[in-house]
């Protein structure tokens, strides 16, 4: 593709310069460190831009080329393992020439790659064996590079002034590049060697491989990404060479995480297969912080703190593990904005929208190092601690917490409500900073019918359901901290809200909620999925929830695959589009909790099974970012979007909430409970289990089998206090 994607806002692109050759890219992360390879775990040019080893917003390794005997080996196999611990690639040599013979025929050579990512270096192991009959003989070569490129840079910014690189340098087996930023940090990747090459010319090093019919050898390279902030060079800490050492310190710390979760088992092994490589999904994005767990939004795009999605992460994934909500609350506490600050979008008690760390950030040519452009964290994570305290019982985090409560609340109606009208608007105050700042963010997301762009300020339809539903759990965490009479407030001022809404969004032509209410108070009458977060929030009427789970749930709304964002016949509908057409999972997700809220079970299920089917079809059966909205064609798989993000958290975290509506399920600590409302099981999934479903100190393991009629509920094991309840 040759045009520029929209993907954020109009001054920062994700450009799309090419088709991909290959949209199957392997990508593995831990910490601040993710990397993006091709499919034969190299970072080669033609591909896709965003190949390399990134930390911290910036890449360390934009080059590494394997070749032999000046040939990139043959492709055998690729994938990374179920738990995304580690890549694994098979390769073969190309047939070998000499003097117009073949010295080493195709298929000789057997080159296992191996790669895994811990603690700022990625371990990259190669084992050769010769297969053939006769000794073998020839050179192979590694091109390494590192650009130091900002990641807005690969996402298509383009600067003026970039700071200064260093000489490469070979020291004791080490190969150095470094960069020194216009922030004066000093950015190195330092790659050691094992064994010492033969050669090094510019960037490349070069071996003599030399194997007996049936011999192997084996070389290992450990990347290091290294930040010199106060450290001298010598003090620099390199990173321990032993491969099996750093892959069982990576399981050991995988397996204590796993430890403490539910096992979900289910007839249906392909679901099995999506909703692990999800939890696999989970596991890779969720970064430790000093402030606990906290999941990463995308690779390679969003790796970083995000507000919005954080939180909405953690929703999806609250009934799995709720320590996931617990960091998020404590990160977004603890960054809470406590000023007012024009370049940031920041006031007192707004909530986080994005972090960075890179050298556009630290200068400002972005202004994203700690920024605040987003309407709806502030309310949500108010949701959040409700949600987390209906789960946990945990009064005494949501007491540490409290005083932030009340600043999020304190913003929504003095600084949210721009005019006074009773609505959450947002109208940006950096020139820089986001145009839209709903979770449809770019910046041609919010329309007329007619097509034209809405005029801000801008009350978007589903933010007055995130407020309603901020009020009402804040209305249920008040007594607990002896704040009765501020719960009762807070519930009477959500009940005028939820009728204000109904009065000013619905309309009856549409048969949904409107999209937005522009500056002037004119509703955007325009068909979208935005409709369907008032039925995740509880603020659509009961009267009017039906017609919004049905239109959602058919043509022009429904693709077969998923909901649309934007229903076809719109004027901005487009299918290939960022916002206005597309199918995304979160979206979805919490449509199907909203309908399944209201009762509508069967429209939750269907909305799962279009997920579930996609899933087949997709690399390593993980939902992207986003995909096309297109309309199901028989036998044909669904549309890619060029540049989404895979992994992308809440995508990956959707399946839980999807499973979550269908059964009806809530857990309840402070009452010990386990409660399925109308449980309901579509046909390709005749049973699920779930063991070790912790509730307060104890845990049942279950088993939901499907009959005609019904979903029998059976307690496989119970441990300590649990009341598991079947409610119809």
Request: a negative charge; one cysteine or more; charged letters at 25%.
């Amino acid at each position: 593709m040759t045009d520029e994607l929209i993907h954020v806002h109009d001054q920062f692109y994700i450009v799309s310069t090419s088709a991909r050759l290959d949209d199957r890219t392997r990508v593995l992360k831990h910490g601040d460190t993710f990397a993006v390879f091709d499919r034969s775990g190299d970072i080669e040019a033609p591909g896709p831009p965003e190949l390399g080893i990134y930390h911290q917003d910036t890449r360390f390794l934009s080059r590494l080329m394997l070749r032999l005997a000046n040939k990139r080996p043959l492709l055998l196999s690729s994938t990374v393992k179920e738990d995304n611990a580690l890549l694994t690639v098979d390769l073969t040599n190309l047939d070998v020439p000499h003097n117009d013979e073949v010295v080493v025929p195709r298929g000789t050579l057997h080159i296992f790659r191996s790669k895994l990512l811990w603690d700022a270096a990625c371990y990259d192991r190669l084992r050769v064996h010769n297969y053939g009959r006769a000794n073998v003989d020839l050179l192979f070569e590694i091109e390494f590079d590192a650009d130091f490129v900002d990641l807005f840079e690969v996402r298509g910014v383009t600067r003026a002034k970039r700071g200064r690189r260093f000489p490469i340098e070979l020291n004791d087996g080490v190969l150095e590049f470094g960069y020194e930023g216009l922030d004066r940090q000093v950015r190195r990747t330092s790659i050691r060697l094992d064994p010492l090459p033969v050669g090094l010319f510019d960037n490349r090093i070069h071996y003599r491989l030399e194997l007996p019919p049936g011999g192997y050898a084996t070389y290992q390279f450990a990347i290091q990404c290294e930040l010199d902030e106060s450290r001298s060079r010598s003090t620099i800490v390199r990173p321990v060479l032993i491969y099996e050492d750093v892959a069982g310190v990576a399981a050991a710390a995988l397996r204590a995480v796993t430890s403490a979760e539910p096992e979900i088992f289910t007839a249906n092994e392909q679901f099995n297969d999506w909703i692990n490589r999800s939890i696999a999904d989970l596991h890779m994005m969720r970064t430790e912080t000093e402030y606990g767990p906290y999941p990463y939004a995308g690779v390679p795009w969003f790796s970083t703190v995000f507000g919005r999605d954080g939180i909405i992460s953690a929703l999806e994934c609250l009934w799995f593990d709720s320590n996931i909500a617990r960091g998020v609350l404590s990160y977004l506490a603890a960054t809470q904005a406590e000023k007012e600050n024009a370049e940031q979008d920041a006031q007192p008690g707004k909530i986080l929208h994005e972090r960075r760390g890179g050298e556009m950030a630290h200068l400002g040519e972005v202004p994203f190092g700690r920024y605040y452009g987003s309407v709806d964290a502030t309310p949500l994570f108010v949701m959040l601690a409700g949600a987390y305290h209906e789960r946990t019982g945990d009064d005494q985090f949501i007491e540490s917490i409290w005083p932030n409560i009340e600043r999020a609340l304190l913003w929504i109606d003095k600084f949210g409500d721009l005019d006074g009208d009773g609505f959450a608007e947002y109208s940006r105050r950096s020139p820089r900073g986001l145009v839209n700042q709903g979770w449809k963010d770019s910046q041609d997301a919010i329309f007329y019918e007619d097509g034209e762009l809405a005029e801000p300020p801008i009350a978007l339809s589903e933010v007055q359901g995130y407020v309603y539903a901020a009020k009402c759990a804040a209305a249920t965490l008040a007594p607990t901290l002896g704040k009765k009479n501020f719960g009762d407030q807070l519930a009477d001022e959500a009940e005028q809200l939820r009728r204000q809404f109904e009065e000013k969004f619905w309309c009856d032509r549409l048969g949904v909620y409107g999209l937005a209410l522009d500056g002037r108070k004119n509703l955007c009458r325009v068909r979208t999925s935005n409709a369907g977060h008032c039925l995740f929030t509880g603020i659509a009427s009961e009267e009017r929830a039906g017609r919004i789970a049905s239109a959602l749930t058919e043509e022009p709304f429904f693709s077969g695959w998923g909901v649309r964002t934007v229903a076809a016949g719109e004027a901005r509908y487009n299918p290939m589009s960022y916002h206005n057409g597309s199918i995304w999972p979160h979206d979805n997700a919490l449509i199907a909790a909203g309908c399944a809220r209201y009762g509508f079970k069967r429209e939750a299920a269907n909305i799962l099974a279009g997920l579930f089917e996609s899933s087949l079809f997709f690399d390593l059966h993980r939902l992207p970012e986003l995909f096309c909205g297109f309309p199901r064609r028989p036998g044909e798989s669904p549309t890619l979007y060029p540049v989404a993000c895979s992994p992308q958290t809440w995508a990956s975290c959707a399946v839980f909430p999807l499973l979550q509506a269908c059964l009806g399920l809530a857990i309840r600590d402070h009452h010990h409970e386990v409660v399925f409302r109308s449980p309901y099981l579509p046909q390709f999934l005749p049973e699920v289990q779930i063991n070790r479903l912790r509730v307060g100190r104890g845990s049942v393991d279950l088993t939901l089998t499907r009959h005609e009629t019904d979903v029998a509920v059976d307690v496989v094991r119970r441990k300590g206090e649990v009341n598991v309840l079947v409610l119809k």
